[in-house]
């Protein structure tokens, strides 16, 4: 089988740097969430630049990477979500555009919040990870006698966090590929 080494080195190097924001996200405990997106935005960088196969390919050792170097591993489970996530929207994205703003939109916040709750879920209550809260956090969190004014806030954060993703993902991706295009002229 013949591969052409451009997709390899542009995989391998996104995979590098989504690493290495993995690790800087364990480093900067202050902005976790941020270098996870990054990192989240590098892996499906890897999906746009190549294809399916090296975008999940540097998902994997993404996440293999990060899980041995992190040395907070619930956060893993944030980076595979939202990598996913980015991943599957460049999907829609190409499947669905044209069909309506409301279909396009409407799967895209679907298919966010089943990943994003989904794991969540299974890294507190299933691996046993606190994942982006810290334990501290968490413990407060369960002292506390109104707990659904946490929760509503929660939501209300994480569907601005899909949109803001969303939006600066898009546009930097296709900034970046105006870039490496005409890079070639």
């Not at 916040?109 to 994942?131: D, T, Y």
Request: hydrophobic share 60%; glycine share 8%; net charge positive.
């Amino acid at each position: 089988m013949h591969v052409k080494s451009t997709p390899v080195a542009r995989g391998g190097i996104f995979t590098a740097l989504a690493v290495i924001s993995i690790i800087l996200a364990s480093v900067f405990s202050f902005s976790t969430l941020f270098f996870l997106v990054i990192a989240a935005c590098f892996t499906a960088f890897a999906y746009f630049f190549s294809d399916i196969r090296f975008g999940l390919s540097a998902l994997a050792a993404g996440a293999i990477l990060g899980f041995l170097f992190s040395p907070q591993k619930g956060i893993i489970f944030t980076y595979i979500g939202i990598a996913v996530y980015l991943i599957l929207a460049q999907v829609i994205e190409r499947h669905f555009f044209n069909k309506g703003m409301l279909k396009y939109w409407g799967l895209k916040c679907l298919v966010f919040n089943a990943l994003f709750w989904g794991l969540f879920f299974i890294a507190v209550g299933v691996a046993g990870f606190s994942g982006l809260f810290s334990a501290r956090a968490i413990n407060y969190f369960n002292s506390l006698s109104v707990k659904w004014v946490f929760v509503v806030g929660l939501v209300v954060v994480t569907e601005v966090l899909f949109v803001v993703v969303d939006r600066l993902f898009f546009m930097v991706r296709n900034r970046l590929d105006d870039v490496i295009r005409n890079s070639g002229n």
